[in-house]
């Protein structure tokens, strides 16, 4: 999955994980999620499988998604469920903000005040992954796997204030499992992944 020597800024990552912490690893916990966020930056785009629950309170949706990310250029979602929509792809470019199914605009609405939509679930988790505040890590177990759960929110908000993103990685493989968004305390997203796949730029060859 991984390949080759990551160049990242590490005193960004420092900083960046300057809140990490708490029960369940602690110092263990913050050096893994210091590698992880380091391989998901310098990686070039991923494949998954994605499980996607939207909870608007008085109705949930359920999608299946497989996803094929980019860092740059066009990302594909293509729907396998529910079967209404199943084999529609979803094309995203950076910057947009709505999506096309075919021609034809179709969303389900806003889940939280930032406008984060079912369909833009894998952008936010992977964004957040990549460059969201590290409030807490801490290592445990997800459905018998060693895992490393991270927490994300504002800097200056508390638990379960504002906008506030849960993520689970396997400790081994650094594959993200598991995401969770929730506003003011509900949560408005729940994402299970499986078969993630990382993706990164060849390294060149070493010149004779």
Known sequence: MRKGRLCVPMIVL?????????????????????????????????????EVTADYGQRVYTYGIDLTWQREGESTLTLTAPENVAG???????????????????????LADSGLTPVGAAHALLTCTREGFLAECTLETLDETR???????????????????QLWFDAATHALLRGEISSDGFTVLQCELTDFQMM???SPSPAP
């Open 88 to 110: 529609t792809t979803v094309r995203i470019q950076a910057g947009e903000t709505w999506l096309d199914f075919d021609g034809v605009r179709v969303e389900t609405g806003a």
């Open 200 to 202: 990164f730029a060849e």
């Open 14 to 50: 420092c900083l960046l994980l300057a809140a990490c912490g708490g029960e369940g690893g602690g110092s263990e916990a913050e050096e893994l999620a210091l590698v992880i966020r380091g391989e998901y930056l310098a990686m070039t785009g991923c494949t998954a499988h994605m």
């Open 147 to 165: 895992s490393l759960h991270v927490t994300s929110r504002d800097p200056e908000a508390g638990a379960g204030e504002g906008v506030e993103t």
